[in-house]
């Protein structure tokens, strides 16, 4: 992959704005070059603009180099920078297997860039080579989530290593999911493919959906380019330190993650003994998808008992289908348990 070639021309030639903390990033007794309140609160000076402290520990958690992290604003802000930096508005396209994430199309669509798609096989895996039948010229990146939100299930290995190979742009893999999967995904391999690209995310395993922290593997190419189209202080220093807090209790977020699984098999085997549910779907992240007879009716009776799921009973390939997240035992109960009611 040529990443010169690949980038927006705009964005090769950018000179990225400097923040004070980037001219200046070592430690001093007297700081007059950001324009700060020099009084002293909990927030009152930037924070670091490259997040090292928190990269580093990412680094240790996930066995990879700082150097090869971006963080954002959510997984949905590398999403964005991605198709900003490489997609020429109203000439280049993303490709991406339907059913899918629904951000990669809206950042797609904001910035006036063509989607190329594809339907996933009916077994919800990916058929690489109808994916690369649809790029050209004008195809800059191809978007695979594994898991697959709605789906649920992981996408096999040698068909995203079948775009890897064949395709010269970039392949974002979104493993928001990969924590409740059996399989540890593609960081271990992320030095072996140069246009591979990571995203995982602090908003599903490790329960800071709140804080809005995602994370982005790359080669250090890719991520110098990230950094230098990223809003400066794109991280806050609250979710910085608050972050950096809940890594130190990494075996708080593998109990949870282990719950969850076991929760996930217990909720799917209580999905199926229902009269009216005619698939459970098996899944390889924190929810399960559900064929029901009547999806729509069964939603507004749930909501009507104050429990939300989602319905994707539109989404092509999922006809009546809901999608559910895994709850606590308790809320799981409450759920089969109502269920049980409103399909009577
Ligand atoms: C939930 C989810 C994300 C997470 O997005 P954040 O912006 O990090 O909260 C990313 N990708 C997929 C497929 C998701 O389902």
Do not use: H
């Not at 920078?81 to 993303?94: K, N, Q, Y």
């Amino acid at each position: 992959m040529n990443l010169t070639q690949l980038l927006r021309p705009t964005i090769l030639a950018l000179k990225p704005y400097t923040s004070a903390r980037d001219e200046f990033s070592g430690v001093a007794d007297v700081y007059l070059d950001a324009n700060e309140n020099p009084y002293p609160t909990a927030f009152n000076r930037y924070p670091d603009p490259l997040q090292q402290k928190l990269k580093s520990r990412i680094a240790e958690i996930k066995n990879v180099k700082s150097e090869n992290i971006f963080l954002g604003n959510g997984s949905d802000e590398p999403i964005d920078l991605l198709v900003r930096a490489c997609c020429e508005p109203g000439r280049d396209s993303i490709a991406l297997a339907d059913p899918t994430y629904g951000m990669y199309e809206v950042c797609a669509t904001i910035n006036n860039v063509t989607i190329k798609r594809v339907n996933l096989r009916t077994d919800f895996t990916l058929d690489a080579e109808a994916v690369l039948n649809q790029c050209d010229e004008s195809t800059k990146l191809i978007f695979v989530c594994s898991p697959n939100n709605p789906t649920g299930n992981l996408q096999p290995l040698q068909e995203i290593e079948k775009l890897l190979s064949n395709f010269s742009g970039l392949v974002i893999v979104d493993e928001a999911y990969i924590d409740f999967a059996s399989t540890p995904g593609f960081l271990p391999i992320l030095s072996r493919y140069s246009n591979l690209v990571v995203l995982q995310t602090f908003s599903k395993a490790w329960g800071l959906a709140g804080l809005r922290l995602g994370m982005c593997f790359a080669s250090k190419e890719i991520i110098s380019i990230l950094n230098k189209i990223k809003y400066p202080y794109n991280i806050s220093s609250a979710t910085q330190s608050l972050a950096l807090e809940a890594l130190q209790n990494t075996t708080k977020k593998d109990k949870e993650v282990a719950e969850i699984i076991t929760q996930r098999l217990w909720l799917t085997n209580a999905l199926t003994t229902l009269p009216g549910v005619s698939k459970v779907y098996p899944s390889d992240a924190n929810f399960v998808l559900v064929a029901v007879n009547n999806a729509r009716d069964i939603y507004e009776k749930l909501v009507a008992k104050k429990i939300i799921v989602r319905d994707r009973s539109s989404v092509v390939l999922c006809q009546g289908c809901l999608r559910i997240t895994v709850g606590t035992p308790e809320e799981n109960k409450k759920l089969i348990q109502t269920l049980l009611l409103v399909m009577n």
